[in-house]
């Protein structure tokens, strides 16, 4: 048994301040919150002058990608898996001491020969071999040949550089997308990835066109849903997230081109958005082909209005930063960004807990109260004042573990 004391501890759910702070765990769970009968037997770790929340959570990551000295087309040609495994090794370790216990890993689209190398390491992570935080995997997202995320568009490769197999994810039509969810979901998958549109940095044409038919959209829900698995969608033109939505995909990635009466019908049919707002402002095009360049210049402005308009429609939102588009380790910066784009700090704190725990249909995590897992953060400041205090963790428990305790 462990108390942590902290000067306060914020609760999302209402948004309500506990004072001072007194959280007891008990192995990997929180036992009781606040004085109660007195402090249990066991240490207590004073963490001073900092406010307690539950541990965040990011909606898409790849932590197979990117890190320190990347070189991001040439590593998906020149990352062998093991290679690859290795750099997630670092990305995992950054996202959790940032704060983030709970990620959802969102589509491999590399050469793998099959594996899900996301599967693997979140074994690896719930074994204890590796810190990082808990991670739901998806596998290889799926992808229509020359769709967002088959790799051979990225870097407008020619014919026969680094095919991609079904089992890694490219399919079409109806049968070959079945199969593709299939052999994620056999292999460890928890949830499904599908290019629903083209992408701003891709060369695929226009960003909004829908890539799988209605069909075959059809297809990859129904073999997800009957296995238990929730759908996440990269798309962002309105035709195109109208189509995933009355299909009955679960989460809309990105959504930069959202008009009103498409958000009207997400907020309707209780559909997510990660809109994934900062790589808006963050992300670097000038070394980009003049053609991803304008389609950036087109589209990020439009995207700038969408995740106030889809807060006031009543549209649930979750925390993504599509890491490494923000680099790996530094997620607050997607909740500053939110911020700045209208919603409510509550909003946003609540978007990167109970919203993201909704989501991923985790009932054990995302609050700070009695029974739930002892993932816990601590950062100086109040949060719902100055959203940037959370760049600035200064302690990260994660199933009862610290990770992170820096000195005071």
């Known amino acids: 048994m462990v108390t942590l004391r902290a000067a306060r501890v914020l609760h999302v759910e209402t948004g309500e301040f506990e004072k001072p702070?007194?959280?007891?765990?008990?192995?990997?769970?929180?036992?009781?919150?606040?004085?109660?009968?007195?402090?249990?037997?066991?240490?207590?770790?004073?963490?001073?002058d900092v406010t307690l929340l539950p541990g965040l959570m990011d909606m898409e990551v790849n932590l197979l990608m990117g890190g320190r000295g990347e070189t991001p087309v040439?590593?998906?040609v020149q990352d062998d898996p093991p290679l690859r495994m290795l750099r997630a090794v670092g990305n995992a370790r950054r996202t959790l001491r940032s704060g983030f216990t709970t990620v959802r890993n969102l589509g491999l689209f590399v050469k793998t020969g099959g594996y899900l190398l996301d599967v693997a390491l979140a074994r690896a992570v719930d074994a204890g071999w590796i810190e990082g935080p808990r991670i739901v995997p998806a596998g290889h997202a799926i992808t229509p040949t020359g769709g967002h995320l088959d790799p051979s568009v990225f870097g407008a490769l020619a014919p026969g550089i680094m095919p991609l197999s079904v089992e890694e994810g490219v399919a079409n039509g109806v049968d070959e997308v079945r199969r593709a969810v299939r052999y994620q979901i056999k292999h460890g998958a928890r949830l499904i990835k599908v290019c629903a549109s083209g992408g701003v940095m891709s060369h695929t044409g226009t960003p909004g066109a829908q890539h799988y038919s209605d069909a075959e959209l059809r297809a990859i829900v129904d073999e997800a849903h009957r296995r238990g698995l929730k759908v996440a969608a990269h798309t962002h033109g309105a035709d195109a997230v109208r189509s995933a939505v009355e299909v009955g995909i679960d989460c809309i990635e990105h959504g930069f081109l959202l008009d009103d009466e498409t958000i009207a019908?997400?907020?309707?049919?209780?559909?997510?958005?990660?809109?994934?707002?900062?790589?808006?402002d963050g992300m670097d095009v000038s070394r980009a082909a003049p053609e991803l360049r304008a389609k950036a210049a087109e589209v990020f402005p439009h995207a700038r209005s969408v995740v106030a308009r889809a807060t006031k429609a009543g549209v649930r939102i979750a925390v993504g930063t599509d890491a490494p588009a923000i680099p790996h380790g530094r997620g607050a910066q997607e909740m500053v960004a939110l911020v700045?784009?209208?919603?409510?700090?509550?909003?946003?704190?609540?978007?990167?807990?109970?919203?993201a725990a909704e989501l991923i249909d985790a009932d054990d995590?995302?609050?700070?109260?009695?029974?739930?897992?002892?993932?816990?953060?601590?950062?100086?400041?109040?949060?719902?004042?100055?959203?940037?205090?959370?760049?600035?963790?200064?302690?990260?428990?994660?199933?009862?573990?610290v990770f992170r305790d820096e000195p005071r």
């Open 21 to 48: 702070g007194l959280v007891h765990v008990d192995g990997d769970r929180i036992a009781r919150v606040g004085a109660g009968a007195g402090v249990p037997d066991g240490d207590v770790l004073d963490l001073g």
């Open 74 to 76: 040439l590593s998906m």
């Open 265 to 280: 019908l997400m907020a309707e049919r209780g559909t997510f958005l990660v809109p994934t707002t900062a790589l808006i």
């Open 340 to 355: 700045e784009r209208g919603m409510e700090p509550l909003e946003v704190l609540r978007a990167a807990t109970v919203n």
């Open 365 to 401: 995590r995302g609050r700070v109260a009695e029974g739930l897992l002892a993932d816990l953060i601590a950062v100086p400041g109040n949060p719902l004042d100055d959203m940037s205090v959370l760049a600035d963790v200064r302690f990260v428990m994660k199933g009862g573990k």
